[in-house]
């Protein structure tokens, strides 16, 4: 499990980016999966969620997952919204203690969110779609709707696919400088490719918004001495799945 520095200093959370060892899943899941959408056996993916709930904590409620749709929406956790169905969306915001909520990931961006003086917590799964189309932005601003400031919000940029692993098509850049010529500065070429730099612009995105306390965990999730699940690493292997790792986070 891998911290946030500025995100432990809080007191009153707990937080963790999980990489892919500790957990009981086996070949290509191996070992510690937590994605209930993979191939793998779900009684191991439950086993791996169950050790991820108790190195966070052994008497909170179960980990609050949503189904990830690449898309620019959230959900609220409040005290009468605690509901056991699991909702499309791509993060969630709660306010309440012992709630433990959680993205899973294979290259894009975990993302981290806390207001340690409103105690309000986030977990964003901001892969470039998502990213281009502002859960960033939208969570942030439901955020101060409930009574955040943005001077007290704690960012953490978590492992993700780093830009000289993450090449890119033409038409992906298009998208990209369409929404804003300045976005090129996050897509480099080399040897007749291109190269896009999504943990920047998830960076870019915080401090738009005014976001000023971020910290960047630079680990590339493709580079397999790192132990970290990558869809683009195993589809460069051929396999016809990927494990998901996990970044969670909750309110004591």
């Not at 080399?190 to 005014?210: E, G, T």
Request: net charge positive.
């Amino acid at each position: 499990m891998i911290k946030s520095e500025k995100l432990s200093r809080l007191k009153n959370i707990k937080h963790g980016f999980f990489n892919k060892n500790g957990g009981v899943s086996v070949g290509i899941y191996k070992s510690l999966n937590c994605g209930l959408g993979s191939k793998d056996n779900p009684n191991k993916i439950r086993k791996n969620l169950s050790i991820v709930k108790k190195k966070i904590s052994k008497r909170s409620r179960e980990i609050y997952l949503v189904h990830q749709r690449h898309s620019n929406k959230f959900i609220y956790i409040g005290k009468k919204q605690i509901s056991e169905k699991k909702i499309n969306a791509d993060a969630i915001i709660t306010d309440q203690k012992k709630i433990p909520i959680a993205v899973l990931t294979a290259d894009c961006v975990p993302l981290l969110l806390c207001d340690h003086k409103e105690n309000v917590v986030a977990a964003i799964h901001a892969g470039w779609k998502g990213a281009l189309k502002g859960i960033v932005k939208n969570v942030l601003n439901f955020m101060m709707k409930i009574g955040c400031k943005k001077r007290n919000i704690i960012a953490a940029i978590g492992p993700c696919i780093q830009q000289n692993n993450y090449n890119v098509k033409k038409d992906f850049e298009k998208k990209f400088l369409k929404m804003n010529s300045q976005n090129r500065i996050f897509f480099k070429k080399k040897n007749n490719k291109i190269y896009f730099n999504l943990p920047n612009f998830v960076k870019s995105q915080l401090k738009s918004n005014k976001i000023t306390k971020i910290d960047t965990i630079r680990i590339d999730t493709f580079y397999k001495k790192n132990n970290f699940f990558s869809a683009r690493r195993s589809l460069r292997s051929k396999h016809d799945d990927y494990g998901r790792n996990i970044s969670i986070i909750m309110i004591n």
